[in-house]
């Protein structure tokens, strides 16, 4: 089982400041595997990044993600409020399919 | 617009049974599988498995098997998830998503299983 660990668990940031999630997987993940979701209180989950690049549809410009290997960032460049939520990894490439146990994402 | 859309919340003693139902439309049935993903209070997301319309396959997170079962109609294009012996830890939202080994996306509204004495 591939393992995603999160950090930093909880991230305490101020609306138009630049936060920085990362995502660890305890073997490699190939790019194609790794998605982004956020999630609020009270909804779906929402998938924001797929395939570690790319922008679901509908998805502001200032989500980005990256990475390779065992090591994926999302990075939202500009704050907005709507942006304050969970945010969880995913790798689907590999059974069982497997989620990070989230960054929390609050308003400091 | 692709959407998912489930069935209300449950309350079940435990060891009883819940089916919870998701109703895709918008997209070719068939063509997507759907997973299941169950959230408990306070906890992250856990994937539970997943089945493929077009032939049935399933594929269940060890930590299910033997209690879980995941169906479809392909008349109604819905697919169902029934959870069998029922514990309290089983309390939690779950959630159908469009996607296997790709993205997960849409997700259903959620289904809300409680399980009290």
């Known amino acids: 089982e591939i393992v995603l660990t999160q950090s930093p668990g909880t991230l305490s940031l101020s609306p138009g400041e630049r936060a920085t999630l990362s995502c660890r997987a305890s073997?490699?993940?190939?790019?194609?595997?790794l998605g982004w979701y956020q999630h609020k209180p009270g909804q779906a989950p929402r998938l924001l990044i797929d395939?570690?690049?790319s922008r679901a549809t509908g998805i502001p410009d200032r989500f980005s993600g990256s990475g390779s290997g065992t090591d994926f960032t999302l990075t939202i460049s500009r704050l907005e409020p709507e942006d304050f939520a969970v945010y969880y990894c995913q790798q689907y490439g590999s059974s069982p399919i497997t989620f990070g146990q989230g960054t929390r994402l609050e308003i400091k | 617009q692709v959407q998912l859309v489930q069935s209300g919340a449950e309350v079940k003693k435990p060891g009883a049974s819940v089916k919870v139902s998701c109703k895709a439309s918008g997209y070719s049935f068939t063509t997507y599988g759907i997973s299941w993903v169950r959230q408990a209070p306070g906890q992250g997301l856990e994937w539970m498995g997943w089945i493929i319309p077009y032939n049935d396959n399933t594929n269940y997170a060890q930590k299910f098997q033997g209690r879980i079962t995941m169906t479809t109609d392909t008349s109604t294009t819905t697919v169902y998830m029934e959870l069998r012996s029922l514990r309290s830890d089983d309390t939690a939202m779950y959630y159908c998503a469009r996607g296997t080994h790709r993205s997960f996306d849409p997700w259903g509204q959620g289904t809300l299983v409680t399980v009290s004495s």
């Open positions: 395939a570690t690049f």
């Open positions: 073997q490699s993940v190939a790019a194609t595997y």
